[in-house]
């Protein structure tokens, strides 16, 4: 349960992991996973991206290497904690990449920092989700466990080899059970909209989150000033894993269309 790489803090609570280090890169770009997941779950990315991008994933407590800590009660007590940590790493033009929950974390992470001083990131990636302010929550974190792994077996991403082991089923739903709580009791507060640009991304089958062309970009446009896009990829809710390099390809052109130019051969192949 060790997702490894480097500590951004002191301890073991620090919640930031950058597995390759680039201290030249132009570019930092901080990755939330989803309900139940850990930055582990974004390490692939590190091969992917061009030296100018610096990745560092995101652990919220109690999961991989913060297995042992409590999982946070709520999204302010988690956006709280992280945008402490993150701070200090935002002198530098950096984005934020959330998917699923993680959207939402990242969302109220770009306010909290904000509010602290700091510059806004200069994207806002919205991967899988609506945004919070249209998002439908349900009651998840409060059905037993074969309803949670019916639902994790519609949204595709957990193995039945995983939820069929007795041990890792348990560390799976305490997990996920953890985070829907969280995101199922969630209510966003009116804030200021942003004004960094919102790029929205989703998989073209994804049951959370279907693209329609009376509803592209899910909400998102109404939070910021800024100009939103989406790009649709073949896939599920989870396609960002099924279409690994055509994400981060996408993720980087997005973030600087001078990125993959130069004759270098890129994306490099994991």
């Given at each position: 349960?060790?997702?490894?790489?480097?500590?951004?803090?002191?301890?073991?609570?620090?919640?930031?992991?950058?597995?390759?280090?680039?201290?030249?890169?132009?570019?930092?770009?901080?990755?939330?996973?989803?309900?139940?997941?850990?930055?582990?779950?974004?390490?692939?990315?590190?091969?992917?991206?061009?030296?100018e991008v610096e990745l560092w994933g995101v652990q919220y407590p109690g999961r991989e290497d913060r297995f042992t800590e409590?999982?946070?009660?709520?999204?302010?007590?988690?956006?709280?904690?992280?945008?402490?940590?993150?701070?200090?790493?935002?002198?530098?033009?950096?984005?934020?990449?959330?998917?699923?929950?993680?959207?939402?974390?990242?969302w109220e992470l770009a306010h909290a920092l904000r509010a602290a001083g700091a510059p806004e990131p200069h994207r806002l990636f919205a991967s899988g989700r609506r945004s919070p302010a249209t998002?439908?929550?349900?009651?998840?974190?409060?059905?037993?466990?074969?309803?949670?792994?019916?639902?994790?077996?519609?949204?595709?991403?957990?193995?039945?080899?995983?939820?069929?082991?007795?041990?890792?089923?348990?560390?799976?739903?305490?997990?996920?059970?953890?985070?829907?709580?969280?995101?199922?009791?969630?209510?966003?507060?009116?804030?200021?909209?942003?004004?960094?640009?919102?790029?929205?991304?989703?998989?073209?089958?994804?049951?959370?989150?279907?693209?329609?062309?009376?509803?592209?970009?899910?909400?998102?446009?109404?939070?910021?000033?800024?100009?939103?896009?989406?790009?649709?990829?073949?896939?599920?809710?989870?396609?960002?894993?099924?279409?690994?390099?055509?994400?981060?390809?996408?993720?980087?052109?997005?973030?600087?269309?001078?990125?993959?130019?130069?004759?270098?051969?890129?994306?490099?192949?994991?």
């Open positions: 349960m060790n997702a490894g790489g480097v500590h951004a803090a002191t301890g073991a609570r620090g919640a930031l992991r950058c597995w390759r280090p680039r201290p030249a890169a132009r570019w930092r770009l901080f990755c939330l996973p989803h309900a139940g997941g850990g930055a582990g779950s974004f390490r692939a990315w590190a091969a992917l991206l061009p030296p409590p999982f946070a009660p709520d999204m302010t007590t988690l956006v709280t904690a992280l945008a402490a940590e993150l701070a200090p790493h935002a002198r530098r033009p950096y984005a934020l990449f959330g998917h699923s929950m993680g959207s939402a974390v990242a998002a439908v929550t349900g009651t998840l974190h409060l059905q037993d466990d074969d309803t949670l792994c019916g639902e994790l077996g519609r949204l595709g991403g957990t193995t039945p080899e995983v939820l069929a082991d007795p041990g890792l089923r348990s560390v799976v739903l305490g997990g996920v059970r953890a985070d829907y709580r969280l995101i199922e009791t969630y209510r966003p507060t009116p804030k200021p909209p942003l004004n960094c640009p919102v790029e929205v991304f989703t998989g073209d089958t994804d049951p959370e989150f279907p693209a329609t062309a009376a509803d592209p970009d899910g909400g998102w446009a109404a939070l910021t000033r800024g100009p939103t896009r989406v790009r649709v990829f073949p896939g599920d809710h989870f396609y960002l894993t099924q279409r690994r390099a055509d994400v981060v390809a996408a993720l980087v052109r997005r973030l600087d269309p001078a990125l993959p130019t130069g004759g270098r051969r890129w994306p490099s192949t994991p």
